[in-house]
């Protein structure tokens, strides 16, 4: 057994989890909340990486955009976390069971870590980065967040 | 179900159609592919209307946000209406009988008028934007318009899939 497992049976069965795997609507509109919050994020990350790589906007200093864009982007990431755990609650033993829920959890946290770190550095800081620096940075953090994506896709169909 | 047209039924029960439900990978990948053209597409459209509105990305111009970003949408919005054809035909006809999908479609419509009205007409003085913190109401509309009926094709489209209605 798994020293994890006894976590996901005590989620499984908590008031919430269960209140939201008793409804027929519940799921479904807390899932709505998550993808209109992740697409907002999704397209956060995209334009500050494309800046990163000097794509686009380059008139425009990189960390500015960063900074322009890290107020929303940040609340969409705390709806996503929040919509999340209810969605997590309401199935967590078939997360439990789920390979692609292990993957989406290890891109997830990979990607919050990196993004509040490395990355943040790079795109925060006062003097551009190198431009195959700041590419290496972008790209990283683009499939990251890609796969914390696909692997969420994967949980419904897997 | 008998109470489709022929043209709906024709196509769930075309080669491509049945080919791609009753694929264990087929449906799945297109399905894939369609939410992340989403998150691609809308998810940059919505920062390019939340700078309409003057509430986001205040210190880039406007006029180079919509030159240099809308293209990603765009290419975001061609695999989006590609991926969505085709799992249109793979369940056209539960799609056809689906109050939801009607409204989906609805509101797909209006978002491109309203797309198309700001391309066509709105967008000619875009550059006269730059020198002014907010855009003229205008421009503020079309981007509220935006926004909230890409929020209503997406809220329609995950309850078109769990069958709400």
Request: include cysteine; aromatic fraction near 14%.
């Amino acid at each position: 057994m798994h020293f994890l497992l006894p976590l996901f049976q005590w989620s499984d069965q908590t008031w919430l989890g269960e209140t939201i795997r008793n409804s027929r609507i519940y799921f479904p509109i807390i899932e709505t909340f998550h993808l209109l919050a992740l697409t907002l994020l999704f397209g956060a990350v995209i334009i500050l990486n494309l800046r990163l790589c000097g794509i686009i906007m380059k008139n425009q200093p990189t960390w500015q955009v960063a900074q322009d864009l890290a107020p929303w982007a940040f609340w969409s990431l705390v709806v996503i976390l929040i919509s999340g755990i209810l969605l997590f609650l309401s199935e967590a033993l078939k997360c439990y069971a789920s390979t692609p829920f292990q993957v989406k959890m290890l891109f997830l946290f990979t990607a919050i870590i990196y993004h509040f770190t490395i990355h943040r550095g790079v795109s925060r800081s006062d003097r551009e980065p190198a431009r195959a620096w700041g590419v290496i940075v972008g790209v990283v953090n683009v499939l990251l967040w890609l796969g914390v994506g696909l692997g969420g896709r994967a949980i419904g169909f897997l | 179900m008998s109470d489709v047209p022929a043209i709906i039924h024709w196509m769930q029960n075309s080669d491509i159609g049945t080919g791609i439900r009753e694929s264990i990978w087929l449906f799945p990948i297109v399905e894939t592919t369609h939410v992340l053209a989403l998150a691609l597409s809308v998810g940059v459209l919505v920062w390019f209307d939340l700078r309409l509105m003057g509430w986001g990305m205040k210190h880039e111009p406007v006029s180079q946000i919509h030159k240099q970003v809308m293209p990603f949408a765009f290419v975001g919005f061609t695999i989006m209406i590609l991926t969505g054809v085709l799992l249109f035909w793979s369940e056209a006809e539960k799609c056809y009988l689906s109050g939801f999908f009607r409204l989906k479609v609805l509101f797909l419509v209006l978002a491109a008028l309203n797309a198309g009205i700001f391309e066509l007409g709105t967008k000619k003085s875009i550059e006269d934007w730059d020198k002014y913190p907010v855009p003229p109401p205008k421009a503020r509309m079309a981007g509220l318009i935006s926004i909230l009926s890409w929020t209503a094709v997406i809220v329609a489209g995950r309850a078109t899939a769990y069958n709400l209605f």
